[in-house]
């Protein structure tokens, strides 16, 4: 046990060190608090999912659902009055903008609240309103939840105008629900609650219903499906969440990741500053054991100096993570919006599990990273062993043991990177040891690198040059440390880098290839990559009648089901042929695949086939259509991404034969030639006054996806720069305690005359040196890891094929980073030598 | 010509003052061997350092022919230093990056002396010393007295008109201090330089020309050793 005066040596060492104890510190915050934002985030995603799935679903037990038009309203009929199944409810849903309120997207839900009054609580003390009739009499009248009120200062009698499809249509403000708990209906964000003939006539689904919720036992179930009629299914309610989560779990597993990555690199700042420490009190360290202290309390002091610290800084980093979290809630919910499905989400969850796994993250990480030091100072020896050079001399001894075994651990990390199959969990972990690996081989590298130096840099800057690469490889247990966490950082800087600039330019790419129309038409949508509206199929018609349109092509994106789960289907007219460059694997040339696709065949996108395994040649695709299941073969597996889930491309004249929805979801404008496109947009505007739509030329939508793109890799970047800043501390603080450590030799320098400019030059020289060897070894670092990002991560999380764009101003500005982090590292050294007079630092030990 | 005048030395630590060095005046001639004795604390290593001037006083001169150190700017000083004062330190304070030769020739490098000529000097101080033979070698292959030998060395290299050297035999065995001290006087002695050394040693006092003895900071004894004759 530690008896009080060691613990006192212990704090007080902490104390007098404040600016290193305090580097440690937030290096330790950082870390945590970039692994609890994110874990906040994502926690806040799936709660948000979560409440509105279960505030919708209820005590609902299964799900009665059809294609993308709906379910019958007879089919509802049949069910009460012809099978005598009572607890079951019709629910209209769909999503609107409210385009008065800053484009906030709404849920729109149609229900019978007496038939729903069993599924969902709130809703009998809401039926007992005076006045609730006008919910049924009343066209276009609804009940807001309390969040959309209170935010936009709605009241009952108001009015709130709503996007939705093709047409804008004023909703009465009936009344504001307040509900008992947030499971409840309207804790919903943005819910506003309909009758189902109002919702029906607002979403443009005549006789027909979202679905029919249903509490029944498995037994009824199947009693159910049987005399179900084609197309449509019975689910149970559960799969709606499960889907969701599966949808997000690549993209929340990623930003896991990363931001454990900072963590890892705030490990590092740790080892390097308690073992600092250690080798700098190793004379203390030799006196205390010469006087009874046992290696065990010397291990203790060691281990409990660094677990204050990191307790510290773990606390710190949770108040900092909340602050963190909540840009990184709003982050990952645009994300989450644009990519995957509505998740209204406001305020950061931050519970007692999320913020007792962020301390212990922190703590744990503080102690791991202070056992091979505290080993290190268990094992010193009395005074008389304590020679520094004796220390270095043994770290050199090691040296190819140790290089040889981070080559076996690059090596491992490889192997384990080429069998982990699709696992992602795996791969991070491969790509962890890889790094870990190259860190370890970072010692060698540097001897090497100062080998290649000290000469050219001895007939450069002379004496001072021959020192300064010397000093380096002298101090090799600590300069080495630095620069391997130097160079990790800055790998994960030049990977991530790399891997987004890689796929913002294979995006633009193809957007190129497949943004062909002039002038697009759309509904303001709530998702960003899928035009979810169901327009008038009359539309087309309309547009192509106006003066400069040569051709209107049709889109219409719906999600239908399948055995493999909801599947996206992206559904065009077939009248123009695709480019060769959209396939990644075609049957045939362009025009037989297109040819095929007119006569019934599918073409599937890189994930999609990547997610279901669909071979290149010979695949098919059941999916459940209006006329039940059919299976349409693949002619050929296509360039998107617009959804990591995949997507299923169709011609519109095979969806018309299996499926009744005549929708579409948006059009492309091809204007005759010599057209000016700015007449024909302000035609085509005029024209479609009054719904709403919104007409923009191709690159304003170019320009659009890029910004969800951008939007969407924000957040990695924002992680990318912390883990720099955590770095970008680790360094300073470790070259700041080695250029500390050698105020002695610099006063002697100085007492045989060197002058305070040269001092400088010293001091940089040594530390420039350092982050430029961090710099250079984190470009092939970088270029290794931006592959396994781009190849392996990015495969096996979202199927895309990137096309890796090496962008020579990244590996520069890596480059910049360590080299002026190194730099900074030796300005306070330097300032406090100016402050203390020669003699003061001849004293020091 | 040394020419302390009036030198005095505060220290400030946090409200209270602690005087070092009180009024000390002394005059040493060129050539001459003084040594500075004093119990631990008197102020014998401040004393020489305001000599090499890389202390200042708090009040008081020091005049090295005629050019007053603490009227000079830190860079002027540091200059100053480089080509006329030698420094030997307890701790031997060799630079554990550079080898023998490197550290031996090390001022004269920083001077500007051509790389054959700063090699030359090192070199036959070198084998002066008795270290010729090991001039690649790095500080931490050597014993203490082999250090102190470069250390010496390298303190000669700009051919100095003073020496300093604080206790340069204090943290070696009294074999190896006896056998360092013997050959810091003779080489000093054979060059006519100035050597003031601070020590506890009486032995080492002895042998000098004069012996300062400090005592609470104030210079209590200024003696001359008469020469042996017969």
């Known amino acids: ?845 | 010509m040394i020419r302390l005048e009036n030198l005095s030395k505060t220290y400030r630590e946090g409200a209270e003052a602690r005087v070092v060095l009180r009024e000390i005046s002394v005059r040493i001639p060129d050539g001459e061997f003084v040594a500075i004795r004093g119990r631990s604390g008197s102020g014998k290593s401040t004393l020489l350092n305001l000599i090499a001037g890389i202390d200042l006083p708090s009040s008081g001169e020091v005049v090295i022919d005629d050019i007053c150190l603490n009227r000079l700017s830190a860079r002027d000083r540091t200059l100053y230093r480089r080509d006329h004062i030698g420094f030997v330190f307890q701790f031997f304070n060799l630079i554990p990056t550079l080898t023998v030769l490197e550290n031996a020739r090390l001022p004269a490098e920083l001077a500007g002396l051509p790389s054959a000529e700063a090699d030359r000097r090192a070199l036959e101080l070198l084998a002066r010393v008795g270290l010729c033979d090991r001039p690649r070698e790095f500080p931490d292959r050597l014993s203490g007295g082999e250090q102190q030998r470069v250390a010496i060395a390298r303190a000669l290299v700009q051919s100095p008109t003073v020496l300093l050297a604080d206790e340069p035999t204090g943290n070696l065995d009294r074999g190896t201090g006896e056998t360092v001290l013997a050959l810091l006087t003779e080489l000093t002695r054979q060059m006519g330089k100035t050597l003031i050394v601070v020590t506890h040693s009486r032995r080492i006092a002895e042998s000098a020309d004069r012996r300062l003895l400090l005592e609470d900071g104030r210079l209590i004894a200024d003696v001359e050793t008469i020469p042996a004759t017969g």
């Not at chain 1, 247990?477 to 391997?484: D, E, G, K, L």
């Not at chain 1, 330019?505 to 990559?529: E, I, K, M, Q």
């Not at chain 1, 404008?669 to 719904?691: C, I, K, R, Y």
């Open chain 1, 1 to 845: 046990m530690l008896t009080r005066s060691l613990l006192k040596l212990g704090l007080r060492d902490l104390l007098r060190r404040r600016w290193q104890t305090g580097l440690m510190v937030l290096g330790v915050a950082l870390g945590v608090a970039v692994v609890l934002a994110i874990d906040m985030a994502n926690a806040s995603a799936r709660r948000g999912f979560s409440l509105s799935t279960e505030a919708i679903v209820g005590r609902a037990t299964h799900q009665i659902v059809d294609g993308p038009s709906g379910v019958p309203d007879e089919t509802y009929r049949q069910l009460r009055v012809d099978w005598g199944i009572h607890s079951s409810a019709p629910v209209v849903e769909g999503t609107g903008i409210a385009i008065d309120f800053g484009q906030e997207p709404v849920t729109l839900l149609g229900i019978d609240p007496i038939a729903d009054a069993v599924f969902r609580d709130g809703l009998s003390s809401l039926t007992a309103t005076p006045g609730f009739g006008r919910f049924y009499t009343e066209p276009g009248a609804g009940i807001i939840g309390q969040a959309l009120a209170a935010r936009n200062g709605l009241r009952p009698g108001d009015h709130l105008r709503i996007q939705v499809n093709d047409h804008i249509t004023p909703i009465l403000v009936l009344g504001v629900m307040h509900p008992a708990d947030p499971s409840q209906f309207g804790s919903l964000d943005n819910l506003i609650l309909m009758d189902v003939g109002g919702a029906q006539e607002l979403l443009g689904m005549p006789d027909r219903v979202t679905r029919i919720d249903l509490i029944v036992d498995a037994a009824q179930a199947a009693a159910i499906a049987a005399r179900l009629p084609p197309g449509l299914r019975i689910q149970p309610s559960s799969q709606e969440r499960q889907t969701a989560e599966q949808l997000t779990s690549a993209f929340q597993l990623n930003l896991t990741a990363l931001s454990l990555l900072a963590l890892v690199v705030g490990m590092f700042l740790i080892y390097n500053t308690v073992l600092f420490s250690v080798l700098r009190r190793r004379t203390v360290l030799g006196i205390l054991v010469e006087l009874g202290v046992t290696p065990a309390q010397v291990f203790q002091l060691v281990v409990s100096e660094a677990a204050i610290v990191s307790a510290i800084g773990a606390a710190a980093g949770i108040g900092l993570g909340w602050l963190l979290g909540r840009g990184a809630v709003r982050l990952t919910t645009q994300t989450i919006n644009d990519l995957y499905f509505l998740a209204a989400v406001r305020q950061p969850v931050l519970d007692a599990a999320t913020v007792l796994k962020g301390f212990g993250l922190g703590l744990g990480a503080g102690i791991g990273a202070a056992i091979l030091p505290a080993i290190e100072a268990a094992s010193v020896l009395p005074v008389t062993a304590l020679k520094r050079s004796s220390l270095e001399g043994r770290v050199r001894a090691r040296l190819p043991w140790f290089s040889l075994a981070g080559g076996i651990v690059v090596v491992g990390g490889a192997g384990l990177l080429w069998l982990s199959g699709q696992s992602l969990a795996l791969s991070f972990a491969g790509i962890l040891a890889m790094l870990l690996g190259l860190a370890m081989l970072t010692p060698a590298a540097t001897v090497l690198g100062m080998r290649l130096a000290g000469p050219a840099l001895g007939r450069m800057a002379g004496l001072l040059g021959r020192m300064a690469a010397r000093t380096v490889v002298n101090a090799l247990s600590r300069t080495s440390v630095a620069i391997a966490a130097l160079m990790i950082a800055l790998s994960v800087t030049i990977g991530v880098s790399l891997m987004i600039d890689s796929f913002r330019a294979t995006v633009v790419n193809w957007l190129g290839v497949t943004l062909r129309a002039d002038l697009y038409v759309s509904a303001p949508s709530t998702s960003g990559t899928r035009p979810a509206a169901s327009l008038s199929p009359g539309l087309p018609d309309r547009l192509r009648a106006l003066p400069g349109v040569g051709a209107v092509e049709t889109f219409r994106a719906v999600t239908v089901s399948s055995r493999l789960g909801p599947v996206a289907l992206s559904v065009t007219d077939a009248s123009r042929e695709r480019q060769a460059r959209l396939y990644r694997f075609a049957g045939g040339t362009p025009a037989q695949v297109w040819a095929q696709v007119i006569a019934g065949s599918v073409i599937v996108s890189e994930p999609f086939a990547y997610r279901h395994a669909i071979p290149p040649v010979g695949g098919s695709v059941t999916l459940q259509t209006d006329l039940g299941e059919h299976t349409f073969s693949v002619a050929g597996i296509y360039y998107d991404y617009t959804s990591d889930q995949g997507t299923v491309l169709m011609s519109d004249n095979i969806y018309h034969r299996y499926w009744q929805d005549r929708a579409i979801s948006s059009m492309g404008v091809f204007l005759t030639p010599g057209a000016n496109a700015d007449q024909v947009s302000a035609e085509l505007g005029a024209a479609l006054e009054g719904t709403g739509l919104l007409v923009q030329a191709n690159a304003a939508v170019r320009q659009k996806a890029l910004a969800i793109f951008d939007r969407t890799f924000a957040i990695t970047a924002a992680l990318r720069v912390l883990a720099v800043v955590v770095a970008f501390i680790g360094v300073v603080s470790a070259l700041m305690a080695l250029q500390l450590e050698r105020r002695r030799e610099l006063a002697t320098l100085q007492a045989l005359g060197l002058p305070p400019g040269s001092m400088w030059a010293l001091s940089f020289l040594e530390t420039g040196l350092m982050g430029l060897m961090a710099g250079v070894l984190s470009l092939p670092t970088g270029l290794l890891l931006a592959w396994a990002l781009i190849d392996i991560i990015n495969l096996r999380s979202f199927g895309w094929t990137i096309r890796m764009a090496v962008n020579p101003y990244v590996f520069v500005q890596a480059l910049l980073v360590g080299v002026a982090a190194a730099l900074l590292a030796a300005v306070y050294p330097g300032l406090q030598a100016r402050r203390e007079s020669i003699a003061e630092g001849l004293r020091q030990e």
